[in-house]
């Protein structure tokens, strides 16, 4: 890196109403629009971590404006713009140096309540779902798949939109139930055409998307847009195709270091989280700027 920069834990904006801080993102609400700024904060087994990891907030920010960009003639999405001086709000501008480059101004929709996950590897909560039930969410898969082993085609594996704890897999029927068979049925054929359509690109990159996680939501015109963040390593696995090797974990391109590093002190991943040393801050923001170049073509800084 050729420059040292500080993250950015927390954004305080008192003249906008504050509509949620999340892990990682404080979002505000500016008129029937949303301003959703992503910072620095990182969180590792769901705690949040005292370190902030440099330029994370501003790739994930401009990679979700890439894949909005990428996949926009086949889906409809939130973004309006990320360009500061394009969003016409005398507020904002004025807190230009903090917002620049990690914020978006989204069209804000009912909020569908499914976390639609499309998985193409078997990773994570599905590889655990598997090896106990042989399905995820219901879908029988063929027997012998070993972790990380590459599904026979992309599936579609909901979740509940938890607002406390963990989500929780559910079946497309449960989706059907709670938003009726026409809406799942699109959030389904949508959620798995935008995953085809990016994880083609990304494996001509080197980069394997294991699985993701989008959000769909409802305009007043009743359209069903995409929403929230998209195909960033918070919402996906992202695996280099280099040394990818079925039969185990996979590393991550984003939080191994720091999992590593957690996970060699013993902490018991029970808040307050351990602060992290200055070298695992470094290489897992380098790690965050590599992907976006590897998916981009571009560079960051
Ligand atoms: N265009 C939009 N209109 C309305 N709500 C949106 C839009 N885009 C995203 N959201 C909602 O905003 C919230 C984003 O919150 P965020 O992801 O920062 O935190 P969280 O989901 O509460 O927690 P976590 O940090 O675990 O993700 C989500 O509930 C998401 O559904
Ligand atoms: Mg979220």
């Known amino acids: 890196m050729n420059k040292e920069i500080l993250p950015l834990l927390t954004t305080d904006i008192p003249q906008l109403t504050l509509c949620n801080r999340g ?3 404080d979002i505000y609400a500016v008129n029937d629009t949303l301003l959703i700024v992503t910072t620095d ?3 590792a087994f769901d705690v949040v971590l005292p370190s902030g990891i440099p330029y994370k907030g501003e790739v994930l920010t401009k990679l979700s ?7 926009s003639d086949i889906v ?5 713009t990320t360009r500061i001086e394009k969003m016409n709000n005398a507020i904002i501008a004025g807190h230009k140096d903090v917002l620049h480059g990690r914020s978006m101004l989204v069209k804000k929709v009912k909020v569908i309540p499914v976390e639609c996950v ?3 590897y078997l990773a994570g909560s599905g590889w655990k779902e598997y090896q106990q039930t042989q399905s995820i969410c219901g879908i029988k898969l063929p027997a012998g798949l070993r972790e990380s082993d590459k599904l026979p ?3 579609f594996t909901p979740a509940t939109k938890a607002t406390t704890g963990h989500d929780e897999n559910i079946s497309f029927s449960k989706v059907v139930g709670s938003v009726g068979k026409k809406l799942a049925e699109e959030l389904k054929e949508k959620s798995m055409k935008v995953y085809l359509r990016a994880s083609e690109y990304a494996r001509e990159r080197g980069i394997i998307i294991c699985d993701t996680k989008f959000e769909w939501g409802i305009t007043t015109d009743n359209k069903v847009i995409l929403i929230d963040e998209a195909l960033t390593p918070d919402s996906s696995r992202f695996w280099p195709s280099e040394g990818y090797e079925p039969g185990k974990p996979q590393h991550s391109y984003d939080k191994q270091f720091i999992r590593d590093y957690l996970e060699s002190i013993h902490w018991d991943k029970k808040p307050p989280a351990p602060t992290l040393p200055a070298d695992i801050i470094r290489k897992t923001s380098e790690k965050y700027l590599n992907a976006y170049k590897a998916l981009t073509g571009k560079s960051l800084i």
């Open 76 to 80: 409809e999405n939130h973004l309006i």
């Open 153 to 155: 085609e992309p599936i």
């Open 118 to 120: 499309i998985r193409g």
């Open 41 to 43: 904060r990182i969180s």
């Open 65 to 71: 404006e890439f894949w909005f960009t990428y996949t």
């Open 23 to 25: 892990k990682v993102r």
